[in-house]
């Protein structure tokens, strides 16, 4: 998406209305609590494998569970690895949203601009706002480019 050809008016529309950062931090949330869960059991798993085949099971029983059982304990620990990193991701898309929206102009802001540019112009009968309207413009292409670049590094980010 050509973000420099939208005006602020848009551009501010489109990151302060929608849901936020709020649905990923509670993917992260729910990620964290799955990777914990993960290792916990884990190493729940590994430990009562490891207690039943160090003192109490000998045998070839012994060794064909440890066979079974060491794979299922690395494949718990990779996935709480997974999610942990998937929780880390999702903390990550949250706050370069965060850093993007506190970049961006507020709407209220835009519209205030333009809102003013238009009083000024209605009463510019004889040009003696014109001084006024330049800056009210200038104001509203600073804005321009000011959400552009907050949408960018968000967009490339």
Do not use: C, K
């Amino acid at each position: 998406m050509n973000f420099s050809v939208l005006p602020p008016e848009i551009n501010s529309a489109l990151m302060f209305s929608g849901a936020g950062s709020g649905p990923m931090l509670a993917a992260a949330a729910a990620w964290n609590g799955l990777a914990a869960e993960l290792d916990s059991a884990a190493q729940s798993f590994s430990s009562v494998t490891s207690g039943l085949t160090a003192a109490a099971w000998q045998g070839p029983a012994s060794q064909a569970m440890t066979a079974t059982a060491v794979p299922y304990a690395s494949w718990l620990s990779a996935a709480a690895s997974r999610a942990s990193q998937a929780s880390a991701q999702a903390e990550a898309v949250a706050g370069a949203f965060e850093s993007a929206l506190a970049a961006t102009v507020h709407p209220g802001t835009v519209a205030a601009n333009r809102s003013d540019l238009v009083s000024l112009v209605v009463s510019n009968l004889f040009g003696q706002n014109a001084p006024a309207i330049a800056a009210t413009e200038s104001q509203y292409e600073e804005m321009w480019a000011q959400d552009v670049a907050a949408m960018v590094g968000y967009h490339s980010g």
